[in-house]
């Protein structure tokens, strides 16, 4: 059997140009309305990643992976206007129609709703067809290319193909990023704060101090349990994406260091990223989180510190354990005469 990895059975086409074309023509102007609101979507801001179209002994495949940003623009009934983007941080060849993730930058929680159940689903059906129209519209036989450099390999399974060596295959994903102005505690208090959580996410996530809480950010696309804290030093999560295999978490741990000249930073380790994913991974680490916080900063960092729940560790279980066995000791000093001597 022939290596699929093989240059010579490979002919690829490179159509991030088409793919933008295509994804601008498709979804600006389109919107819905009510009779309260109208709302359209005005321009593709953003398109970034990889569409190829890959043909192997006559087969036309259709492999992408892109992020797009979006803005858009509401009329209300008063006739007042809003503005907004829509980001949506994965496009994926392997994507479901229902694990799409938008990120909605709205400061009216109604809007935001009624763009989350009205609009979003319309963007659903345009990303359904796209591997399609790819395939369709982009495949003519002259334009496709031969690379003579590399080998084109499809991305790595993340699942064995193997029914009874069904093994996810995984690895590790390290990133830091720096905070000018805010302080240790300050990026703590952004990730476990619900009040503070709700501004930089813009939504209504679910997040707590206690030890052993679940977790969920942006409408519950990202969720998990709290496992681990150091109040203002580190964060340790079991984490996992809405779309990743059913029941598979990884590991992050969120080290968090003041710096000398008043900026602080994270580091970021997280075991158990499905093989493959890495660079989506850093890409909404970096823009969901990390850059929200730093741009909404302003917004929260007056307000006041949440009490730390105390959570009990090995050593304050024995320093405890210590104290009961001798106020029990001297207890029984004062009751039995026998043991004063």
């Known amino acids: 059997m022939s290596d699929m990895r093989n240059v010579n059975n490979w002919v690829n086409k490179d159509c991030r140009s088409w793919a933008k074309t295509y994804l601008t023509q498709q979804l600006v102007g389109l919107g819905t309305e009510s009779d309260?609101?109208?709302?359209?979507?005005?321009?593709?801001?953003?398109c970034t990643g990889d569409v190829d179209l890959n043909q192997r002994k006559g087969k036309l495949l259709a492999i992408y992976d892109v992020a797009l940003k979006l803005s858009w623009e509401a009329q209300l009934r008063d006739g007042s206007k809003t503005y907004g983007t829509i980001s949506v941080p994965e496009v994926a060849y392997d994507t479901d129609i229902d694990d799409y993730v938008f990120m909605i930058e709205c400061n009216d929680g109604d809007l935001k709703s009624w763009i989350r159940h009205q609009l979003t689903p319309l963007l659903r059906t345009k990303f359904s067809k796209f591997t399609n129209d790819l395939i369709q519209n982009a495949s003519t036989p002259p334009d496709l290319v031969q690379r003579r450099k590399a080998p084109v390999s499809l991305p790595a399974p993340l699942v064995s193909t193997?029914?009874?060596?069904?093994?996810?295959?995984?690895?590790?994903?390290?990133?830091?990023?720096?905070?000018?102005?805010?302080?240790?505690?300050?990026?703590?208090?952004?990730?476990?704060?619900?009040?503070?959580?709700?501004?930089?996410?813009?939504?209504?996530?679910?997040?707590?101090?206690?030890i052993g809480s679940r977790f969920e950010?942006?409408?519950g696309n990202v969720h998990g349990i709290l496992l681990q804290t150091t109040p203002g030093k580190s964060i340790i999560q079991s984490w996992r994406l809405k779309n990743w295999p059913k029941d598979h978490y990884s590991k992050v741990t969120l080290s968090f260091e003041n710096k000398m000249d008043?900026?602080?930073?994270?580091?970021?380790?997280?075991?158990?990223?499905?093989?493959?994913?890495?660079?989506?991974?850093?890409?909404?680490?970096?823009?969901?989180?990390?850059?929200?916080?730093?741009?909404?900063?302003?917004?929260?960092?007056?307000?006041?510190?949440?009490?730390?729940?105390?959570?009990?560790?090995?050593?304050?279980?024995?320093?405890?354990?210590?104290?009961?066995?001798?106020?029990?000791?001297?207890?029984?000093?004062?009751?039995s005469p026998l043991l004063r001597f």
Do not use: C
Request: charged share 25%; proline share 4%.
């Open 36 to 46: 309260k609101t109208k709302i359209r979507i005005t321009s593709l801001d953003e």
């Open 162 to 210: 193997k029914k009874e060596d069904e093994v996810l295959r995984t690895t590790v994903v390290k990133h830091s990023f720096d905070f000018n102005g805010a302080s240790a505690r300050d990026i703590y208090e952004a990730l476990l704060d619900p009040t503070r959580a709700a501004i930089w996410t813009h939504g209504k996530p679910k997040v707590s101090k206690k």
């Open 217 to 219: 950010f942006f409408d």
């Open 262 to 335: 008043g900026s602080s930073s994270v580091n970021v380790v997280q075991e158990g990223v499905p093989l493959g994913q890495e660079d989506i991974i850093k890409k909404n680490w970096t823009g969901y989180y990390w850059t929200a916080i730093k741009d909404n900063y302003h917004q929260f960092q007056h307000l006041p510190i949440q009490s730390d729940p105390y959570n009990y560790s090995t050593m304050s279980l024995l320093g405890l354990l210590l104290f009961v066995i001798l106020l029990m000791a001297f207890t029984a000093y004062q009751v």
